[in-house]
């Protein structure tokens, strides 16, 4: 978090910001990644660790199903 006098604390951008949205579906992998297997794992070597994620991403790819987006790019009513 930055903080800069005066003003609210916010995080540091770095790196490219990508705004499309062909990053979604990466980002749905490594959130669910993160909550099924990193979170609350207990890994004694490192190698436990990436045998744990070979596993998983062995076990999605043979279940994963495409992402079907229903979004029909109509705007959004107001809230």
């Known amino acids: 978090m930055s903080r ?3 003003k609210r ?3 540091v951008l770095r790196g490219d ?3 499309n949205a062909a990053v979604l ?3 749905l992998f490594f959130s669910a990644l ?3 297997v990193l979170r609350h794992g207990d890994f004694p ?3 436990d660790l990436i045998d744990k994620m070979d596993a998983y991403v062995i076990a999605h790819n043979t ?3 495409p992402y079907r ?3 029909d790019a109509r705007p959004l009513k107001a809230a």
Do not use: I
């Open 9 to 11: 604390a916010r995080p």
């Open 4 to 6: 800069l006098p005066g």
């Open 17 to 19: 910001r990508c705004s």
């Open 69 to 71: 987006w229903t979004y």
């Open 45 to 47: 070597s490192r190698d």
């Open 25 to 27: 579906p990466d980002e």
């Open 63 to 65: 279940t994963a199903k």
């Open 34 to 36: 993160t909550r099924r």
